[in-house]
Nanobody, 123 residues
């Protein structure tokens, strides 16, 4: 079965940095998205970034551009999210997801999801 192992969450002060890791196993397709989503209390779930494992195409939500960097190790099926210049607006539960169709992942109807890792940014 598909398993996503996330690590790297925690608490950090405003302006600090964190790097999240997501290692996927048991996923048999060759080309797929590895993505990070987040959800804060009272907020809709939001796609943060993805990297397509077939061609390394990346995407970021506007608030992450210039601050976050997604990367991958294709052989290890592992994605990383380096987050810099963190603010309180970045506080959320962050979820790793894998899937073959980005629109269904955004809709929450497709893909596989990790358990989430909490990121808390405080002043």
């Amino acid at each position: 079965q598909v398993q996503l192992v996330e690590s790297g969450g925690g608490s950090v002060q405003t302006g600090g940095s964190l790097t999240l890791s997501c290692a996927a196993s048991g996923y048999t397709v060759s080309n797929y998205y590895m993505a990070w989503f987040r959800q804060a209390p009272g907020k809709e779930r939001e796609g943060v970034a993805y990297i397509f494992m077939g061609n390394d195409i990346t995407w970021y939500t506007d608030s992450a551009k210039g601050r976050f960097t997604i990367s991958r190790d294709k052989d290890k099926n592992t994605a990383y999210l380096q987050m810099n210049s963190l603010t309180s607006d970045d506080t959320a539960m962050y979820y790793c997801a894998v899937g073959t169709h980005w629109p269904t992942m955004v809709a929450g109807t497709g893909g596989y999801w990790g358990q989430g890792t909490q990121v808390t940014v405080s002043s």
